[in-house]
């Protein structure tokens, strides 16, 4: 039964049956609010425009208008009409009595499975043929399962929609519970419909759930179930709407279920024309611009401020958990320490709420999320809190000052694309396996020096090419991915600019990678030594494949062609060849830029520059066969 909180599996049996009448169905446009609100527009050969509105966590229907959006749509709108802008929406449904509802859209050659969450929180995930996650509305972890981009998207078992009798017998016979409990929570009908399920059964519903007839039950539910999708009829009441009566309720009177849904929820108010918008002026919009802004850095200020306050009130525990997880990096990846944490529900493991590996870091749960550094002391990780306070009183003193200036009428640039933040592996060479683990070599000697004293870690894998002049390369926990790996060591190495075709790669241990040279010998800067088997990788063709991301952050990317160029919108190849790092740098954001349009060439001057891609460019000569 659909009600203000939300609607029941039920609900959507009827919905998702209603809509699938509907198909094909051509994706239009897609919207997004700031309240996640988003409407998919669709085109239908026989009914026009058909908006689809979907609410995380809450409801999924059909809706006669459009609720005002904004202007500039968000990323992730954005996004979304890139993938699936024009896409054949081929069917609708709904994994058995659960929450969740998967949409395949067809669009050329490539089948996207687009998943509603209508539980919890709620969440719209984009995955390909595969379900391999390409990006959701919201990242989120959980103890079984992650809601990442590259992870496999995870159904729950199968419930009493898809079972047979036998297997629902059995189901009965394992639960305590009672059996109208049994039947609205771990079946999914909801208190309503578990009640009419078993009135029309005849069974106590107060009946231990191992003891009834789990026959008349099974059979009861699957009518109630071919109700909802061949003969539905919609009432309303005080309590909500739902799409089969229960008892005795008067009809409705709408043509459809997802009609009754769109009349029960609070109206959506159509999109404003531009001339019906209050007008306001340039002087007073700037104004509650940096009002709100002053705000802003207020509750920043206030929240740093908070957060480093609870590292010392919970001095022991955070002390305790540093030391342990520091510890334990020395010998594990990152992911075995995840997954030995996710096992750990009556522990310390219970406050650690999600983790970092690339940053080598955790969120504790000290009354509210707090982000801890596990390789730094905790008045070194306040002091970061502390510096963000700084930051923030600078600019809030910055914004009051601008407010006491007369506002001058120069034209503000738009901005269409989101610089990315600095992050601390940024100044060596790195890139993402397709599977979302960090790589990171480095540029020289110093930087090579650095990452075996300072980043190499247990868990960890050291690889690098067998050429004198090559990157040291470490992989930041374990990969499928092997290929791209060596593919990257390889091609920042002294092979290339060797003019050579291909090259030799190993890979080893962190504890078989050692500072310290054998008895009369002398390691220079840089140098080390592997001692023990290594994993060999041979004739590993030199590539290097250089793209621009615009998408969800704007910036250079290079490295492996299967890692870089599914995240690119426009990338060029490059091989050994024969122009200086300079000049090929400028020939590839030349063939970049040339493929944009006149507003985007200014746009993302900001990313697509020489120095951004001379960062990607390996030792030595290329060519661009690419482009």
């Known amino acids: 039964m659909a009600t203000m909180q939300g609607m029941s599996g039920l609900d959507l049996i009827t919905v998702t049956e209603e809509i699938s009448r509907l198909l094909p169905l051509w994706v239009h446009k897609v919207y997004l609010d700031e309240n996640r609100l988003c409407v998919f527009r669709l085109n239908s050969k026989t009914q026009g425009k058909v908006n689809l509105l979907i609410e995380p966590g809450k409801r999924l229907h059909t809706v006669p208008v459009v609720p005002e959006m904004p202007q500039i749509p968000p990323a992730f709108a954005m996004f979304l009409r890139k993938y699936l802008g024009g896409g054949r929406i081929d069917s ?74 036998d297997e629902f017998a059995l189901r009965l016979s394992e639960d305590d519970r009672d059996i109208v409990r049994a039947l609205a929570v771990g079946s999914f009908l909801g208190g309503r419909y578990a009640e009419y399920v078993l009135n029309i059964s005849g069974i106590d519903k107060n009946a231990p ?59 959506a108010s159509p999109v404003k024309k531009q001339e019906e918008k ?3 002026s340039r002087e007073d919009r700037i104004r509650l611009q940096q009002e709100e ?20 009130e919970e001095y022991g525990f955070v002390t305790e958990t540093i030391e342990t997880l520091s510890k334990a990096s020395a010998t594990r990846s990152w992911q075995e320490i995840e997954k030995i944490l996710k096992n750990d529900t009556s522990g310390a493991g219970k406050r650690i709420i ?14 509210r999320p707090v982000k801890v550094y596990v390789h730094e002391s905790i008045d070194q990780n306040a002091g970061h809190y502390y510096d963000q306070v700084k930051k923030f009183k600078k600019k809030l003193a910055g914004a009051k000052a601008a407010m006491e ?25 790195w890139f993402y396996t397709s599977d979302q683990v960090l790589v990171i070599g480095g540029r020289d000697a110093g930087q090579n020096e650095e990452l075996i004293r300072k980043y190499l870690e247990g868990g960890d894998t050291f690889v690098h090419a067998d050429v004198h002049g090559a ?31 291909s090259a030799d790669v190993y890979a080893a241990r962190p504890d078989q990678v050692s500072k310290t040279a054998e008895s009369g010998e002398y390691l220079s800067r840089g140098s080390f030594v592997v001692r023990g088997e290594r994993q060999w990788f041979n004739n590993v063709p030199l590539e290097v494949v250089i793209g621009l991301q615009k ?55 900001f990313a697509l520059n020489t120095e951004a891609v001379a960062a990607f460019v390996p030792p030595g000569g290329s060519d661009l066969v690419e482009g």
């Open 354 to 367: 999600r983790i970092f590996p690339a940053e080598a870091s955790v969120e504790l749960d000290l009354g």
């Open 293 to 312: 802004a002053i705000v802003k850095f207020g509750k920043n200020i206030e929240r740093n401020e908070e957060l480093a306050s609870l590292l010392y």
């Open 471 to 501: 990157s040291v390369v470490v992989v930041k926990g374990k990969t499928m991915h092997m290929d791209e790996v060596v593919r990257f060591a390889a091609a920042y190495s002294g092979a290339w600019k060797a003019g050579f075709a």
């Open 92 to 165: 609708i449904r709904q994994h058995g009595l659960q929450r969740t509802v998967i949409i395949d859209i067809r669009k050329s050659e490539q089948v996207f499975h687009l998943i509603i969450e209508i539980f919890d929180d709620g969440n719209i995930i984009l995955c390909g043929e595969d379900m391999t996650i390409i990006q959701p509305l919201t990242r989120q972890r959980f103890k079984d399962r992650d809601v990442l981009p590259g992870a496999l998207y995870v159904f729950n078992p199968p419930d009493v929609s898809s079972i047979g009798p």
């Open 551 to 605: 998408t969800p952050q704007t910036r250079i990317l290079g490295g492996p062609e299967s890692a870089v160029r599914k995240l690119c919108d426009l990338f060029v190849v490059l091989r050994p060849g024969t122009f200086e790092p300079n000049d090929i740098a400028k020939k590839v954001v030349r063939a970049l830029r040339e493929r944009l349009s006149a507003a985007d060439q200014k746009a993302l001057k």
């Open 405 to 429: 200036r007369e506002v001058h009428q120069a034209k503000v640039r738009k901005v269409q694309y989101q610089r990315p933040k600095k992050r601390w592996f940024d100044r060596f060479r």
């Open 278 to 280: 209050r007008r306001i």
């Open 209 to 267: 759930a191992k003891d009834v007839d789990a026959l008349a039950i099974h059979t009861a539910v699957q009518d109630l179930l071919e109700k909802a999708r061949t003969s539905p009829v919609p009432v309303h009441d005080k309590n909500g709407c739902h799409p089969v009566p229960s008892g005795g309720e008067k009809p409705a009177g709408y043509d459809s279920f997802n009609a009754a849904l769109a009349a029960f929820y609070p109206s």
